[in-house]
Structure formats: structure tokens, C-alpha cells
């Protein structure tokens, strides 16, 4: 070996010496309590503490809700679980663009803003006064919805129906309570929305909204419990330069006597029902053939008596010739007739039928089974 490995091989072993050593005295400190040199400790900002807790928006999140507001709202039921509901509103905007056309005698558009879900005392809150809550019911659905103008509707089509000139905002005057001729304009307004609310919902179900009373302060129009979860539908009026917001709300209890309408994905939906199949079980159901059994007596005996029967005894029957007889299938009876002959063969006439309804089908197609 030369002197250069020796070097080598000494450095080598100077080194794990040390390594040693050290290892040694890290057991020996930490079996002593002492504290290991570790990093400073982080001090969050209050924008990561309000994100931690909630109270802030999320990164990356568009909706401005905070992480509690998502877990409080999370409970309530999307409108897109109702397909068919969507489908009625949009219904509900083109005929209410030809209405009110006619009712105002005017330019007017309708537009839908959004459809949306939320919590009914949190609507009640939200909002902006003054308006006009007009409360209805659903008649078939016996139960009751609420619909909201806003103050620029309201002086809107007063200003059109009293006969202001075109391209002049309508004037509003705040601080005061409408007068009995703007409500009763209002009111003819909401007749109309409902009759067109109606009629959008036509090729569904057959429903009547009826008008019950008008109210401006919003704890009078509480229709539901503050709790539970509503449809709202934001609808956009737009007379040339004049025009306002009117709002439709249906509490799912009142949609709950259509919900399986509602869910459909198209109309006229059938879930777990099959039209081919079920046509093409009618008409094999009409070529089967059954038997038909002709009872020509009956007669009560004992079993004593029917256990001595043996080859070569004889029944007597208690009907004459003409005496009627009963054709059953299984159990049932069916007709009743008389027995004859047609061309060699016995044969059974039917004159009554028996076991069906007045208006069930006609007895000479049960006739060729």
C-alpha cells in the first residue's frame, strides 16, 4: 500500500469519528430537555386567518360566497333538478310579450334574467323598498306564490296606461304610498301575469292562479316559513325607455303536486314505462286463447257419497233443454246462453253478458276468443 492510500484511508477515518461524535451528542442533548435548533415559527396574515375561517373570499372563486355562507346554502334544492320548470318560464316570457303588448298597447319586451334557489325569509330581506308583493294561490295545488314589483315597474306602467308620451322616463316620486289608482293598475297587471302563468303551464297540468290581496310592507306577504327553500324567477320588462323588474317566487311546497312533472327531461316523459313494449303486449294479449268451460248444472253432495261413486252411475240434471247455462273461464263467469246445434256440432248461443261493466267493449269481440 502507498503512502498515498494511507493518507486516504486516515482521512477517512478522522471523518466518521466525528460523525460519531456528533450523533452522540445530539441523544445526549435531547435526553437533557434541550431544544433542537428548529425554523422561526410562521405568523399568518389576517387575509389567510379569514380564508382559514371562512370569513373571506376563496381563491380562484368566482361567486363572492364565503366558505360558511357555501355550507348554509348547500342545503337548499337547485331549480336544475326540476328541467321542466325552466322550460315553463321560458314558456311564461313569450306569452308575456304578447299580453302585455296587447294590455299596454306599446312596444314591450320580456326577458328573463335567471331562474335561482334560495331560502324564503332570505328573499323577504333582500328586497329593495318600496314594491309591491301581490300574493296568490295555485287552486288545484291549494297552496300559495308570490309575485314582486319593483317601484320602476310600478310607475312605469302607470306612466303607459295613463298615457305618457314616449321617450320620457316615467317620474318617480319617493317617500310617499301608492294611491289607490296606481294599485288598482298594478293589480290589473298582475291579473294578467297570472292568466299568462297559467297558460305556461298548460301543456303540463291544468292550473288556476288566482289573485288574493296586494301588500307593500313584506311581513304581511309570508306565505311560507322563513326556512324553507323557493323557486325565483327574475323577469325583465322592457317598455322602450321606460321598464322595471318583476319577480316570480313558488315555494317548493307548492310545486310538490307536480314535482314528477317537473322532472322530466322532455315533455311527455314516462319513467320506467315502455309505449313499444306495452302496445306490443295489448295486442298479444288479444290473440291469446283461453278456455271456456259450459256449466250445464251444479250439484251438492256429500263425500261419502261422492267416494261411492263407481263405473255406470248417473246424474240427473235439474235443467230442462232450454234451460239457460253459464260459460266460465276459470272462476270467472263470463256469459250466459243456451245450448243447440249448428252443423253437427254442439253448440252454445250467448244472450247475456255477464261480470263487465255497462260500457266495457262490445260482446261480439269476445265472442271469436
Known sequence: MSDDD????????????EDATAGDAEVEAASAGAALPSEPARILNQA?????LGFGDVAGDDTGESGIQRIISSGLVSYERLPMLEIVFDRLVRIMST???????DNVEVSIDNVVSLRFGDYLNSVPLPAMFAVFKAEEWENYGLMVIDSAMIYSIVDVLLGGRRGTAAMRIE????TTIERMLVERLIRVVLADLS???DPLCSISFRFERLEVNSRFAAISRLSNAAVLAKLH????DRGGCMELLLPYATLEPVRE???QQFMGEKFGRDSIWETHLAEELWSTEVDLDVVLDEQL?????VIALKPGDQFTLRHGPDAPVQLRCGPVTLFEGRVGRRKNRIAVRIDQVLGRPQNAADPASLRRV
Open 99 to 105: 299580453s302585455l303588448r296587447n294590455f299596454t298597447s
Open 48 to 52: 389567510e386567518i379569514d380564508s382559514l
Open 261 to 263: 312533472l317537473l322532472l
Open 199 to 201: 297558460a305556461s303551464f
Open 237 to 240: 320588462i322592457d317598455m322602450e
Open 6 to 17: 494511507d493518507a486516504l484511508a486516515a482521512a477517512w477515518g478522522a471523518e466518521t469519528e
Open 175 to 178: 317617500g310617499r304610498p301608492y
Open 301 to 305: 253432495m256429500r263425500l261419502s257419497d
